[in-house]
């Protein structure tokens, strides 16, 4: 199946003194898969239905490949689209709701029947083809609209929060039916979501969104790894990521981070790469999965800490520890026993803390 490279340029769409989208500008290779990840009314909507051509905007461009889409009436833009609502003809069946659009372009019979056939196998919706929308249950309407926007062959497929209103094993399947169709078929996709789990499952890349613009793009690791403020640190990652008010100091090439009852070497200026500047007030931040917990009588080379909550998940536990004055999320096997109120030792490794400045909450180490 055909892809093309998207790109935006300086993208604006306000309505009266709302700006939805604001000088927006992002690129997404062929073949990529892009989400659009943010809160409600950041924009991320608004974006993709300028894309499809739904929405003018107000200023900038869209560029398909080379080609200017940007005044091109939707139904000429090569684009497929899945709602959060399916929007599924109810009295078609799915073979129909299937059909449709290659009837419109007035495909033959024989080709419309082996496309449908195929496409259906591929979803494993085969079962399902004389069956009317409102004789299926929500994820199966939801892979008939997949399937109905996939047959059509788009060079760019546009998902709107398609699962949202699935439940969590459904909403689970369907990422996973999603990512396996767009590797099979090798379609440039933008998604978007509110769901962070859903994005860093799905993307090639992220573009995290606030008040209309993108704050951060990048691959799924650097989204997570490498967050370049505390907006971004604190949307993107589950448990959300612990932030330590406080200060550094620097003995030598060693830093090390002071807080109320807290001090934890970090390491050298060299190792952390810090950036040139006056950070006595800096907030750093710890992922759950690089918080460290051990016996109290092993304190030596940590922080003493107390639990104060333990949140049982499955596969691990997470756990509320009061260090000082402040708190941090800590994740453990589940066959660690724990109690309330216990002290623990609280260790945090220096190469994975990410530190940023305290009056504008931006990354200042590598």
Not at 249 to 273: N, R
Request: glycine share 10%; proline share 4%.
């Amino acid at each position: 199946m055909a892809s093309s490279s998207l790109r935006l340029e300086h993208l604006a769409r306000h309505f009266r003194s709302v700006r939805a989208v604001d000088d927006l500008s992002l690129e997404v290779p062929a073949g990529a898969f892009l989400t659009l990840l943010g809160p409600s009314g950041c924009g991320k909507s608004t974006t993709l239905a300028l894309v499809a051509g739904l929405e003018r905007p107000d200023a900038g461009k869209i560029y398909l490949g080379d080609a200017d889409i940007t005044d091109i009436p939707p139904n000429e833009r090569r684009m497929a689209m899945v709602f959060q609502n399916y929007a599924l003809y109810p009295h078609m069946n799915t073979f129909e709701n299937m059909a449709f659009g290659l009837r419109l372009q007035r495909r033959p019979k024989a080709e419309i029947k082996e496309r449908v056939a195929a496409m259906a196998a591929m979803l494993g919706i085969e079962h399902l083809l004389r069956r009317k929308p409102g004789e299926m249950s929500g994820g199966q309407q939801q892979r008939v609209a997949l399937g109905r926007a996939m047959i059509k062959e788009p060079v760019l497929f546009l998902l709107d929060e398609p699962f949202s209103n699935l439940d969590a094993g459904l909403r689970s399947r369907m990422r996973t039916d999603v990512k396996r169709i767009h590797m099979q078929l090798g379609t440039t996709s933008v998604f978007v979501t509110h769901d962070q789990e859903e994005a860093l499952t799905l993307s090639d890349f992220i573009a995290v969104m606030r008040d209309g613009k993108v704050v951060q793009f990048g691959t799924q690791h650097e989204i997570y790894r490498k967050p370049i403020n505390t907006y971004i640190a604190t949307f993107v990652g589950k448990p959300r990521m612990s932030l330590l008010d406080g200060r550094l100091t620097t003995v030598d090439d060693a830093i090390a981070f002071e807080a109320p009852g807290i001090k934890m070497q970090l390491g050298t200026v060299s190792s952390l790469g810090i950036k040139n500047g006056d950070w006595s007030a800096v907030q750093i931040g710890v992922r759950a999965e690089d918080v460290k917990v051990g016996r109290f009588a092993d304190h030596a080379d940590g922080i003493e800490g107390v639990v104060q909550l333990l949140e049982p998940v499955g596969s691990d536990t997470f756990v509320e520890l009061s260090i000082g004055q402040a708190t941090l999320t800590a994740r453990v096997d589940p066959d660690f026993t724990l109690e309330i109120g216990q002290k623990v030792n609280v260790a945090v490794g220096g190469n994975r803390v990410h530190i940023f400045d305290g009056e504008q909450g931006n990354r200042i180490n590598a």
